[in-house]
C-alpha cells in the first residue's frame, strides 16, 4: 500500500528476561492511512502498549524491537536517536494513561507546551507562548491565559489529561500515539476527552492509534480496530462490523463477556474461562488456544496466519477457514 | 427480622492539620447516608472519584469513625461495641480493596495470608488446623489447594482477587464490603469474580455492598443502587427500576458516558459530553451538588439543596426528577 502514512511489518518485541527471552509482540503487520483512527484493543500482556513504546523509541533497557516500522518513508526502529527525536516532536506525538507523571512538575504548562514549537518548529519564545495559550484554550481549559502559567499540580486529572493533548497535538503531528488516555478519568470526564480526541483528530488531521482495553472507548472513537492477544493480532476490521460480527473466539468471548447497560440481564455474566498469558509470544500455536473452547489439535501446534476475511477485515483462526 | 446492616443518618469526615496561620478542621466526606441490607442481598454504591463512596464503605465497617449517624451491625450500634469484642466481630463484616495485589503480603504464602484473620477470630488453633481452613477458603472462591504455597507475585490479578475474597471468608462473614473489587481486573477475569460473588450470595446468603464507578458492572450484580455525588446519595432505587428509568439528572448522565460496545450507539453520543466539572469537596456549592453541570438547572437548585425525597421503594435528591 503506498498511500499508507505508517506501515508496520512483522514488528516483535522482546524482552531480555532473567528466566529467557520474553516475547511481548509477535509478528504483527498494519497499515494505517493518513487520518485513520484506529482501536488496538487488549488486555494486559497483549503488548498493545509495546507496540506504541517500540515506535517511539521508549522500550524499556532490556527491550529490542524487530521488524520494520515505515512512518512517511522512514523505517522508525532503524532511525538514529538523533534522527528519531527530529520526527518525535514534530510528526509523531504521543499520550499516556498518567498524565501526572508525564508532565514535568516545576514547569509551567505553558512552558511546556511550546517547548515543543521552539524546538522543533522554530517558533520564537514569544510566538510559542502564544500559540501554547491559543491551544489551551482551545481543549478548553478555563481563562487559558492565566491558567498557562500555572503548573501540573494545579489541574484536576481530567485538565491535565486535555492538557497533554493541547500539548500532543500543538506540533501538528501527522500520527497520535495514544496509550490509554482516558482509563484514569472518570467516565464523564472520559466522554468530553473522547469527544475532544475526535473532534482534533478531524481539525488536525492527525491520524491516531489509539491504545484501550475498553471496547465501548473504540466503539465511540475509531474506524478501524485490532483485536490483539499474546502479542499477536487475532482480527482486525472495521469498528462497524468488527463489533456486531466478531469472527474469532477471543473477540467473541470479550465482546461476550464485556457488561452491556442496554442488554437484557442473564443471572450471571459470560465469562472466558482461563487467564491471560503475558510474554509467552513466540511460542508454536496459537496464543488463545489454551484458553479456547474451539480449540482443535492444530491450534497448539501451528500458528494460524492472519489471512483476509471480509471486506477489510483479516482474521487469525484455523477455524475461520473452515467455517467462517 | 434485623438488617444485616444498617446505616442511619452516617456522617463520615477527616481532620485536617492546621497551618501556622489556619486551625485545624474537619472535612466533611460523607454526609447523612441510610440504608439497611438484609442478608443475601447486594447494594451498589456507584459515583465517580471523589464522591465518598470509599470512605462510606470504610466507615461502614469502623475502620474510620463516624462524624455522626450510627452504623448498626445486625441491630447493634458499632460505637456501643467496645474494641475488643469489636475485634472478634469484624469476622462478621469483611473488605475487599482494588487492587488485590497491593492487598496481600509479599512475603507470606497464599495460606498464611488467607488464615491469618483466624489468629484474632479464632485464637490458639494449631497450624494444621489453619492450613486446613485455608485451603477450604480458597475452594470457596475455585482455587485448588496447591496455590495454599505460593506467593502473591506468582498469581495473575484474578487469582490475587480470590484470594482476597477467600481471606475475606475465612472467618464465616455475614457482609463483605466489595471496594472496586473488579476496576483492576481484564474484562474476561471481570465476569468470573463477579460471577464468583454471585455464587458466594447464593450459598452462604452473604450480603454485598459492591462499591464500584463502573454502572454496567453494577447492574449485574446489584438488587438495588444508590448513586452518590460529592458525598450525598443523589438517587436510591430498585436495580430494574433504575435500570429502565434513572430519576436524578446525574445518574442519567452518568448512565450515558458508560461507553458500550456498539458503535452505532456510541456514534450517536459522540460530541455530546456533559461539559463542566464536579465541585471540589472542598468547597461544595449551597445548592445542589449536581446544579453547575445539570441541563435543566433551575435558580433554586444553585441556592437550596433537594432533600432526599423517598416515592414507594425509589429515593430521589432533585428539585425537578425526572419520572
Given at each position: 500500500?503506498?498511500?499508507?502514512?505508517?506501515?508496520?511489518?512483522?514488528?516483535?518485541?522482546?524482552?531480555?528476561?532473567?528466566?529467557?527471552?520474553?516475547?511481548?509482540?509477535?509478528?504483527?503487520?498494519?497499515?494505517?492511512?493518513?487520518?485513520?483512527?484506529?482501536?488496538?484493543?487488549?488486555?494486559?500482556?497483549?503488548?498493545?502498549?509495546?507496540?506504541?513504546?517500540?515506535?517511539?523509541?521508549?522500550?524499556?533497557?532490556?527491550?529490542?524491537?524487530?521488524?520494520?516500522?515505515?512512518?512517511?518513508?522512514?523505517?522508525?526502529?532503524?532511525?538514529?536517536?538523533?534522527?528519531?527525536?527530529?520526527?518525535?516532536?514534530?510528526?509523531?506525538?504521543?499520550?499516556?494513561?498518567?498524565?501526572?507523571?508525564?508532565?514535568?512538575?516545576?514547569?509551567?504548562?505553558?512552558?511546556?507546551?511550546?517547548?515543543?514549537?521552539?524546538?522543533?518548529?522554530?517558533?520564537?519564545?514569544?510566538?510559542?507562548?502564544?500559540?501554547?495559550?491559543?491551544?489551551?484554550?482551545?481543549?478548553?481549559?478555563?481563562?487559558?491565559?492565566?491558567?498557562?502559567?500555572?503548573?501540573?499540580?494545579?489541574?484536576?486529572?481530567?485538565?491535565?489529561?486535555?492538557?497533554?493533548?493541547?500539548?500532543?497535538?500543538?506540533?501538528?503531528?501527522?500520527?497520535?500515539?495514544?496509550?490509554?488516555?482516558?482509563?484514569?478519568?472518570?467516565?464523564?470526564?472520559?466522554?468530553?476527552?473522547?469527544?475532544?480526541?475526535?473532534?482534533?483528530?478531524?481539525?488536525?488531521?492527525?491520524?491516531?492509534?489509539?491504545?484501550?482495553?475498553?471496547?465501548?472507548?473504540?466503539?465511540?472513537?475509531?474506524?478501524?480496530?485490532?483485536?490483539?492477544?499474546?502479542?499477536?493480532?487475532?482480527?482486525?476490521?472495521?469498528?462497524?462490523?468488527?463489533?456486531?460480527?466478531?469472527?474469532?473466539?477471543?473477540?467473541?468471548?470479550?465482546?461476550?463477556?464485556?457488561?452491556?447497560?442496554?442488554?437484557?440481564?442473564?443471572?450471571?455474566?459470560?465469562?472466558?474461562?482461563?487467564?491471560?498469558?503475558?510474554?509467552?509470544?513466540?511460542?508454536?500455536?496459537?496464543?488463545?488456544?489454551?484458553?479456547?473452547?474451539?480449540?482443535?489439535?492444530?491450534?497448539?501446534?501451528?500458528?494460524?496466519?492472519?489471512?483476509?476475511?471480509?471486506?477489510?477485515?483479516?482474521?487469525?483462526?484455523?477455524?475461520?477457514?473452515?467455517?467462517? | 427480622?434485623?438488617?444485616?446492616?444498617?446505616?442511619?443518618?452516617?456522617?463520615?469526615?477527616?481532620?485536617?492539620?492546621?497551618?501556622?496561620?489556619?486551625?485545624?478542621?474537619?472535612?466533611?466526606?460523607?454526609?447523612?447516608?441510610?440504608?439497611?441490607?438484609?442478608?443475601?442481598?447486594?447494594?451498589?454504591?456507584?459515583?465517580?472519584?471523589?464522591?465518598?463512596?470509599?470512605?462510606?464503605?470504610?466507615?461502614?465497617?469502623?475502620?474510620?469513625?463516624?462524624?455522626?449517624?450510627?452504623?448498626?451491625?445486625?441491630?447493634?450500634?458499632?460505637?456501643?461495641?467496645?474494641?475488643?469484642?469489636?475485634?472478634?466481630?469484624?469476622?462478621?463484616?469483611?473488605?475487599i480493596?482494588?487492587?488485590p495485589?497491593?492487598a496481600?503480603?509479599?512475603?507470606?504464602?497464599?495460606?498464611?495470608?488467607?488464615?491469618?484473620?483466624?489468629?484474632?477470630?479464632?485464637?490458639?488453633?494449631?497450624?494444621?488446623?489453619?492450613?486446613?481452613?485455608?485451603?477450604?477458603?480458597?475452594?470457596?472462591?475455585?482455587?485448588?489447594?496447591?496455590?495454599?504455597?505460593?506467593?502473591?507475585?506468582?498469581?495473575?490479578g484474578g487469582q490475587a482477587q480470590r484470594v482476597g475474597i477467600?481471606?475475606?471468608?475465612?472467618?464465616?462473614?455475614?457482609?463483605?464490603?466489595?471496594?472496586?473489587p473488579v476496576?483492576a481486573l481484564?474484562?474476561?477475569i471481570?465476569?468470573?469474580v463477579?460471577?464468583?460473588?454471585?455464587?458466594?450470595?447464593?450459598?452462604?446468603?452473604?450480603?454485598?455492598?459492591?462499591?464500584?464507578?463502573?454502572?454496567?458492572?453494577?447492574?449485574?450484580?446489584?438488587?438495588?443502587?444508590?448513586?452518590?455525588?460529592?458525598?450525598?446519595?443523589?438517587?436510591?432505587?430498585?436495580?430494574?427500576?433504575?435500570?429502565?428509568?434513572?430519576?436524578?439528572?446525574?445518574?442519567?448522565?452518568?448512565?450515558?458516558?458508560?461507553?458500550?460496545?456498539?458503535?452505532?450507539?456510541?456514534?450517536?453520543?459522540?460530541?455530546?459530553?456533559?461539559?463542566?466539572?464536579?465541585?471540589?469537596?472542598?468547597?461544595?456549592?449551597?445548592?445542589?451538588?449536581?446544579?453547575?453541570?445539570?441541563?435543566?438547572?433551575?435558580?433554586?437548585?444553585?441556592?437550596?439543596?433537594?432533600?432526599?425525597?423517598?416515592?414507594?421503594?425509589?429515593?430521589?435528591?432533585?428539585?425537578?426528577?425526572?419520572?
Open positions: 500500500m503506498t498511500d499508507s502514512l505508517l506501515s508496520i511489518r512483522d514488528l516483535s518485541v522482546r524482552f531480555a528476561l532473567p528466566q529467557g527471552v520474553g516475547v511481548a509482540v509477535d509478528r504483527v503487520s498494519f497499515d494505517l492511512a493518513p487520518g485513520e483512527v484506529l482501536g488496538i484493543v487488549g488486555e494486559s500482556g497483549s503488548g498493545k502498549s509495546q507496540i506504541l513504546f517500540a515506535l517511539m523509541g521508549l522500550l524499556a533497557a532490556n527491550g529490542r524491537p524487530a521488524g520494520q516500522a515505515l512512518f512517511d518513508g522512514q523505517d522508525l526502529l532503524a532511525l538514529s536517536p538523533r534522527a528519531l527525536d527530529q520526527v518525535r516532536g514534530a510528526s509523531l506525538s504521543m499520550i499516556f494513561q498518567d498524565p501526572m507523571t508525564s508532565l514535568n512538575p516545576y514547569a509551567r504548562v505553558g512552558d511546556q507546551l511550546a517547548e515543543g514549537l521552539r524546538v522543533h518548529k522554530g517558533f520564537s519564545r514569544r510566538d510559542a507562548w502564544d500559540a501554547a495559550v491559543a491551544m489551551l484554550d482551545r481543549v478548553r481549559i478555563p481563562d487559558a491565559a492565566a491558567r498557562a502559567r500555572h503548573y501540573p499540580h494545579q489541574f484536576s486529572g481530567g485538565m491535565r489529561q486535555r492538557v497533554m493533548i493541547a500539548m500532543a497535538l500543538l506540533v501538528r503531528p501527522k500520527l497520535l500515539l495514544a496509550d490509554e488516555p482516558t482509563t484514569a478519568l472518570d467516565v464523564t470526564v472520559q466522554a468530553q476527552v473522547i469527544d475532544l480526541m475526535a473532534e482534533l483528530a478531524a481539525e488536525t488531521g492527525a491520524a491516531t492509534i489509539f491504545v484501550t482495553h475498553d471496547l465501548g472507548v473504540v466503539a465511540r472513537l475509531c474506524d478501524r480496530v485490532i483485536v490483539l492477544y499474546g502479542g499477536r493480532i487475532m482480527e482486525e476490521g472495521p469498528a462497524a462490523t468488527l463489533f456486531t460480527t466478531p469472527r474469532h473466539p477471543y473477540s467473541i468471548g470479550l465482546l461476550a463477556a464485556t457488561p452491556r447497560m442496554a442488554a437484557p440481564l442473564a443471572p450471571r455474566m459470560t465469562t472466558v474461562p482461563g487467564t491471560p498469558r503475558s510474554g509467552a509470544g513466540g511460542k508454536p500455536g496459537c496464543p488463545f488456544a489454551p484458553r479456547c473452547a474451539r480449540r482443535i489439535d492444530r491450534c497448539l501446534t501451528e500458528t494460524p496466519a492472519l489471512r483476509p476475511a471480509g471486506p477489510a477485515a483479516r482474521v487469525a483462526c484455523h477455524l475461520a477457514e473452515v467455517a467462517p | 427480622m434485623t438488617a444485616l446492616i444498617e446505616a442511619r443518618r452516617l456522617s463520615v469526615g477527616y481532620p485536617i492539620p492546621g497551618g501556622l496561620l489556619s486551625r485545624p478542621r474537619h472535612l466533611p466526606v460523607v454526609h447523612d447516608i441510610s440504608f439497611t441490607l438484609d442478608a443475601g442481598q447486594v447494594l451498589g454504591i456507584v459515583g465517580e472519584s471523589g464522591c465518598g463512596k470509599s470512605t462510606l464503605g470504610r466507615a461502614l465497617l469502623r475502620l474510620i469513625p463516624a462524624s455522626a449517624g450510627q452504623v448498626l451491625w445486625q441491630g447493634q450500634d458499632l460505637a456501643d461495641i467496645d474494641a475488643n469484642t469489636l475485634r472478634r466481630r469484624r469476622a462478621e463484616v469483611q473488605i480493596f482494588q487492587d495485589v497491593a496481600l503480603d509479599p512475603r507470606m504464602t497464599v495460606a498464611r495470608s488467607v488464615s491469618r484473620p483466624l489468629a484474632t477470630f479464632e485464637p490458639g488453633l494449631a497450624r494444621d488446623a489453619l492450613h486446613d481452613r485455608a485451603v477450604q477458603a480458597l475452594g470457596l472462591v475455585g482455587l485448588a489447594p496447591e496455590f495454599a504455597g505460593r506467593y502473591p507475585h506468582e498469581l495473575s477467600a481471606r475475606a471468608l475465612i472467618g464465616g462473614p455475614k457482609l463483605i464490603v466489595c471496594d472496586e476496576s481484564d474484562v474476561s471481570q465476569a468470573q463477579v460471577n464468583l460473588l454471585l455464587d458466594l450470595r447464593d450459598r452462604l446468603g452473604l450480603g454485598l455492598v459492591f462499591i464500584s464507578h463502573n454502572l454496567a458492572v453494577v447492574r449485574q450484580i446489584s438488587d438495588r443502587v444508590m448513586v452518590m455525588c460529592l458525598g450525598r446519595t443523589v438517587e436510591m432505587a430498585p436495580r430494574d427500576a433504575f435500570y429502565a428509568g434513572p430519576q436524578h439528572p446525574y445518574s442519567r448522565a452518568l448512565m450515558a458516558a458508560v461507553p458500550e460496545p456498539d458503535p452505532a450507539t456510541e456514534r450517536a453520543r459522540l460530541g455530546h459530553a456533559l461539559p463542566g466539572e464536579l465541585p471540589s469537596i472542598l468547597t461544595p456549592p449551597p445548592g445542589c451538588v449536581f446544579a453547575g453541570r445539570c441541563p435543566k438547572a433551575q435558580s433554586l437548585c444553585h441556592q437550596t439543596r433537594p432533600d432526599l425525597i423517598a416515592t414507594g421503594p425509589r429515593a430521589v435528591a432533585c428539585h425537578d426528577p425526572d419520572r
